[in-house]
């Protein structure tokens, strides 16, 4: 059964100069012939039309229209773009008019998106990509997202997939022929090529960590005893950065998050303060809490000051590269020289801290060729790993071992392809699909 036509507005709700609204399916291009009095334009050509409503007449719009043909569009069907005049009345009339129409109805969220998939322009990862996209708030979000839906993750996979499957096949050969002349060396081919594909994953999953960072933004603890001014930091340098993204209760009631754009990284600074100072009753639960905090931080800021000196609890979260701060060098200064010295209330010193965040962000960019892995991309290639480890594991110990257990061998193979075809969409994905498609909005 043919699919249905879709639509919706693709365009953000209310007024704007323009709203544009996309339709996709059979009847794209005989719902355009319907409401405007020309000839259909050529494909891809911007034109402008007279837009009525077939049933009453009733002019609507003078719009620019727009048109691809079947495979040659986002969703891989006929689309057709009405570039609307963005006023509420024009979009709503519009919406209405198609509404009438038999064959025609409104489309879901993501389902643009799940469309594209469906057809192959668009392997899941890239899915992830494009929402990656529109959600992205800072310049480097921007280019990792923009990274993933080139496809080069997807590409990636494909070929490892491609590799496994030859690998794969030259395994079951000798299974289904064992009684047949295979020769010797079948085996360490088929070896060779699949634990090949072990160490190319390995290599990218070992690169890829500095990068997943720059996607979720770098997460930042400050530590210090109190009275150190680590309050007064965080307000210092959430006022300081005009760019501040959002400011969110953290996932405890006592800890304080600001996400800041530092110059094109999104940062989280996370004030442990609170979850240290908790009730006497519940104090040692809420310094185990702040030191988990810390620890699983991908930098710690450590601040001392003349009359909160840097105690043993606080020193033994450090690591390196953390960043130590003297504060309130308006009193004194600072007794060391690896301290960084400021003085948050008066704010010198503050463009050093904020130089040195930037310069180690900087660092941690990823270079342009490198594997920008989603947390769902990361565990299904560790989970391929694994299986590849198994099957080299078996594979190396002992030459014989691998012919005594073809099928456990191909099985393991079998797995680790399964766990591929996940990141891009092709196997055992029904409820992905459904998680991940939701969180599109409406018209995308
Ligand atoms: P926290 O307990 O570490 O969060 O510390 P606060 O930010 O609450 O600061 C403790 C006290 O130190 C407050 O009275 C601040 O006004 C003061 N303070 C913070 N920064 C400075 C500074 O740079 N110079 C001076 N003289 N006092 C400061």
Not at 128 to 157: F, K, P
Request: aromatic share 4%.
């Amino acid at each position: 059964m043919a699919r249905k036509t879709i639509f919706a507005v693709s365009t953000p709700p209310g007024m704007g100069g323009i709203a544009v609204i996309r339709l996709s399916g059979p009847l794209a291009d005989d719902t355009l012939a319907a409401m405007t009095d020309k000839p259909l334009p050529e494909p891809r050509k911007a034109v402008l039309r007279r837009l009525f409503n077939p049933h009453t007449e009733e002019n609507l719009d003078h719009p620019l229209v727009l048109r691809f043909l079947e495979g040659h569009s986002f969703t891989g069907e006929p689309v057709v773009e009405l570039h609307l005049h963005g006023g509420r009345a024009v979009v709503a009339s519009v919406m209405e008019a198609l509404g009438q129409r038999d064959g025609l109805r409104l489309a879901q969220p993501g389902e643009f998106t799940r469309r594209a998939f469906d057809h192959g322009r668009l392997d899941l990862s890239q899915v992830e990509g494009l929402a990656d996209l529109i959600s992205a708030e800072t310049s480097s979000q921007q280019r990792a997202a923009l990274h993933q839906y080139s496809g080069v993750i997807g590409a990636r996979c494909r070929a490892w997939s491609a590799r496994l499957t030859r690998g794969l096949a030259l395994l079951e050969a000798t299974i289904d022929f064992a009684d047949e002349e295979i020769p010797a060396e079948t085996w360490q081919v088929a070896t060779d090529e699949i634990v090949g594909v072990r160490d190319a994953i390995r290599a990218d999953l070992g690169a890829a960590h500095p990068s997943e960072r720059m996607r979720d933004g770098w997460r930042i603890a400050i530590l210090g005893a109190p009275n150190a001014g680590k309050s007064t930091l965080l307000n210092a340098l959430a006022q300081r950065d005009a760019a501040i993204v959002s400011d969110i209760p953290g996932t405890t009631r006592d800890s304080i998050e600001v996400h800041l754009d530092l110059g094109g990284y999104p940062v989280t600074l996370i004030d442990t303060a609170g979850i240290r100072d908790a009730d006497d009753a519940i104090e040692r639960i809420g310094v185990e809490r702040a030191n988990r905090v810390a620890r699983e931080a991908d930098l710690r800021i450590a601040v001392a000051a003349p009359d909160a000196r840097l105690t043993e609890d606080v020193t033994v979260l450090l690591q390196k590269n953390d960043l130590l701060l003297w504060n309130k060098m308006d009193r004194a200064a600072s007794p060391e020289p690896h301290y960084i010295a400021l003085s948050a209330r008066s704010g010198e010193g503050l463009d050093t801290v904020i130089e040195r965040l930037r310069a180690m962000a900087d660092i941690a960019d990823p270079p342009a060729d490198a594997l920008l892995l989603h947390q769902r991309h990361r565990e299904a290639m560790a989970q391929a790993l694994r299986s590849l480890d198994d099957y080299a594991d078996l594979a190396s110990t002992d030459p014989d071992r691998i012919q005594a257990a073809p099928e456990l061998a191909a099985q393991l193979v079998r797995e680790a392809w399964e766990s591929l075809g996940r990141i891009t969409g092709e196997r055992g994905i029904d409820r992905l699909l459904d998680v991940i498609f939701s969180e599109f909005c409406l018209g995308k």
